[in-house]
């Protein structure tokens, strides 16, 4: 027999059982497009928080301890006797400026009506801590705003909630503010912020004059890790933390390789039960074709090419499975990436080469795996007894 009558064979077999190996493949195919994109996401926000905290913020960030990883929107309970602290040392360890900051989450079922309230003082401005800003209608933040119940709204922040230059914002239930500058599209974190004064902030949430971070910005930017490494040895005892840029990207990527292991263990139930359907198919199928197998057995074919008969059905139904799923993965990835460029202006997902390959391996792994049983059976049935069933 030539090598490629087994792939026709299998080919056949399969396409004995349309409906029964379509469904098989669309199970699977759905198993390793979920997979694909609880990856992709992974993928796509990693890149997007390396873009953003690599190239804006400050260069060190100091707030409350809480846990061992730095929190990247700390709530406002820092002494502001920490800024005489670090004007004490400011000298010595080439400490640039201190802006207090204080910053409340507002968190909504819907998330387009979820926003990050941002105070700092109106005196320095937004560009303190975030660079390269720019203001697309109205005004930044200015000197005579201190005092003011005025906003600056990021341009999806003002997308999401429906506002423009002139209107008022609703801060919280007892706080408005009115809106004075939107600023240009463009930067990730920026374009979903709300910028206040910094006593709007304290006042609106009750904060008094607790602050949420002391920005820092240094001299000599390339000495964080050193300058940062000192400042902890003197506030620890505090119960403060200094964190550099670098590890509030780490913080983050601890947080995403969580979401990643979360995800994985979804994807493994996912996998285990599609990769049991398939099973279960190949299974159903040796059963009904016992007497097919005998003939081929009495023909001569040999229990090992019986056995590679019912593997290579099972590698075309999972490569199928894969490409499939691969399909319906990439509709996920732009779906995902539709809504959170509506929502943050960003591509939350990517699907990288990389993923793509991973996919198909697992999905001819799985085949193969899901084949062994089905094949071992198929090849120790005997001529005799395959021939005798009716």
Same mark, same amino acid.
């Given at each position: 027999?030539?090598?490629?009558?087994?792939?026709?064979?299998?080919?056949?077999?399969?396409?004995?059982?349309?409906?029964?190996?379509?469904?098989?493949?669309?199970?699977?195919?759905?198993?390793?497009?979920?997979?694909?994109?609880?990856?992709?996401?992974?993928?796509?926000?990693?890149?997007?928080?390396?873009?953003?905290?690599?190239?804006?913020?400050?260069?060190?960030?100091?707030?409350?301890?809480?846990?061992?990883?730095?929190?990247?929107?700390?709530?406002?309970?820092?002494?502001?006797?920490?800024?005489?602290?670090?004007?004490?040392?400011?000298?010595?360890?080439?400490?640039?400026? +201190?802006?207090? &900051? #204080? @910053? /409340? =989450? *507002?968190?909504?079922?819907?998330?387009? $009506?979820? %926003?990050?309230?941002?105070?700092?003082?109106?005196?320095?401005?937004?560009?303190?801590?975030?660079?390269?800003?720019?203001?697309?209608?109205?005004?930044?933040?200015?000197?005579?705003?201190?005092?003011?119940?005025?906003?600056?709204?990021?341009?999806?922040?003002?997308?999401?909630?429906?506002?423009?230059?002139?209107?008022?914002?609703?801060?919280?239930?007892?706080?408005?503010?009115?809106?004075?500058?939107?600023?240009?599209?463009?930067?990730?974190?920026?374009?979903?912020?709300?910028?206040?004064?910094?006593?709007?902030?304290?006042?609106?949430?009750?904060?008094?004059?607790? +602050?949420?971070? &002391? #920005? @820092? /910005? =240094? *001299?000599?930017?390339?000495?964080?890790? $050193?300058? %940062?490494?000192?400042?902890?040895?003197?506030?620890?005892?505090?119960?403060?933390?200094?964190?550099?840029?670098?590890?509030?990207?780490?913080?983050?990527?601890?947080?995403?390789?969580?979401?990643?292991?979360?995800?994985?263990?979804?994807?493994?139930?996912?996998?285990?039960?599609?990769?049991?359907?398939?099973?279960?198919?190949?299974?159903?199928?040796?059963?009904?074709?016992?007497?097919?197998?005998?003939?081929?057995?009495?023909?001569?074919?040999?229990?090992?090419?019986?056995?590679?008969?019912?593997?290579?059905?099972?590698?075309?139904?999972?490569?199928?499975?894969?490409?499939?799923?691969?399909?319906?993965?990439? =509709?996920?990835?732009?779906?995902?990436?539709?809504?959170?460029?509506?929502?943050?202006?960003?591509?939350?997902?990517?699907?990288?080469?990389?993923?793509?390959?991973?996919?198909?391996?697992?999905?001819?792994?799985?085949?193969?795996?899901?084949?062994?049983?089905?094949?071992?059976?198929?090849?120790?049935?005997?001529?005799?007894?395959?021939?005798?069933?009716?």
């Amino acid at each position: 027999m030539r090598p490629g009558d087994l792939w026709r064979l299998a080919a056949l077999g399969l396409l004995r059982r349309p409906v029964r190996a379509a469904l098989t493949a669309l199970g699977l195919a759905v198993a390793l497009g979920s997979m694909v994109v609880f990856l992709a996401l992974g993928e796509g926000l990693r890149g997007v928080f390396s873009d953003v905290f690599g190239s804006v913020g400050p260069d060190l960030q100091v707030t409350r301890t809480v846990g061992s990883a730095p929190n990247l929107l700390p709530r406002a309970d820092l002494d502001p006797a920490v800024l005489d602290d670090l004007r004490a040392v400011s000298g010595e360890l080439g400490l640039k400026t +201190l802006l207090p &900051v #204080a @910053v /409340s =989450l *507002r968190q909504s079922l819907d998330p387009a $009506q979820s %926003a990050v309230f941002y105070g700092l003082p109106a005196a320095s401005g937004i560009g303190a801590v975030f660079t390269g800003v720019r203001i697309q209608r109205g005004r930044l933040l200015g000197p005579g705003d201190e005092g003011q119940d005025v906003a600056v709204l990021g341009a999806r922040a003002a997308q999401n909630l429906g506002l423009t230059v002139g209107d008022t914002l609703a801060v919280n239930r007892r706080s408005r503010a009115r809106v004075v500058g939107i600023l240009q599209a463009g930067n990730t974190l920026t374009d979903t912020f709300t910028f206040l004064p910094l006593d709007s902030v304290q006042r609106a949430f009750g904060a008094g004059d607790q +602050l949420s971070l &002391v #920005a @820092v /910005s =240094l *001299r000599r930017p390339a000495e964080a890790g $050193q300058v %940062a490494a000192v400042l902890n040895a003197r506030l620890g005892p505090q119960g403060l933390t200094v964190s550099t840029r670098a590890e509030l990207l780490g913080t983050v990527g601890k947080v995403l390789r969580s979401a990643d292991v979360l995800s994985g263990a979804l994807s493994v139930i996912a996998l285990l039960v599609g990769g049991l359907s398939v099973v279960n198919t190949v299974m159903m199928g040796v059963f009904e074709r016992t007497r097919e197998f005998g003939t081929l057995r009495a023909i001569g074919a040999r229990p090992a090419f019986v056995r590679a008969l019912v593997l290579t059905e099972t590698l075309l139904l999972s490569a199928a499975a894969g490409v499939a799923g691969l399909g319906l993965s990439l =509709l996920g990835v732009r779906a995902v990436n539709v809504y959170t460029r509506h929502l943050a202006g960003i591509d939350a997902a990517a699907l990288t080469p990389r993923l793509a390959l991973l996919a198909l391996v697992v999905a001819l792994a799985l085949g193969l795996l899901a084949g062994v049983f089905p094949a071992h059976n198929a090849g120790r049935r005997s001529v005799t007894a395959a021939l005798d069933r009716p």
